[in-house]
């Protein structure tokens, strides 16, 4: 496993706040799937979030690139949105409901 130190992810990044902020969002990626852009040695996201920033591979605009790109994936199965959408009625949403015509006596 290559050794990776702050000082190595701080050639290309500006400041310590934004490196964290770089490598946290890095690693969220490659933990929802996103595929590494090193070779992973078996180490854990936020290390390869660091290897990757530290060879130059990440930048933040490479990071809002993926970002845009990367599908989504939701915790919450189809089943629970169905059963969700079947709840809603329009009468929740302040749809009014047609009047019967009023008699003129």
Do not use: W, Y
């Not at 970002?67 to 009625?89: A, K, W």
């Amino acid at each position: 496993m290559a050794r990776v130190t702050v000082e190595d992810c701080l050639k290309d990044v500006d400041n310590r706040f934004q490196l964290v902020v770089m490598a946290a969002k890095r690693a969220r990626q490659i933990e929802a799937g996103a595929q590494p852009l090193v070779d992973p040695e078996r180490d854990k996201p936020t290390v390869i979030a660091l290897r990757e920033i530290a060879e130059g591979k990440v930048t933040q605009a490479v990071l809002d690139e993926i970002h845009v790109h990367q599908p989504v994936r939701s915790r919450i199965s189809d089943f629970e949105i169905r059963d969700e959408l079947n709840e809603f009625r329009p009468e929740d949403e302040g749809v009014a409901k047609p009047r019967a015509a009023a008699s003129e006596d």
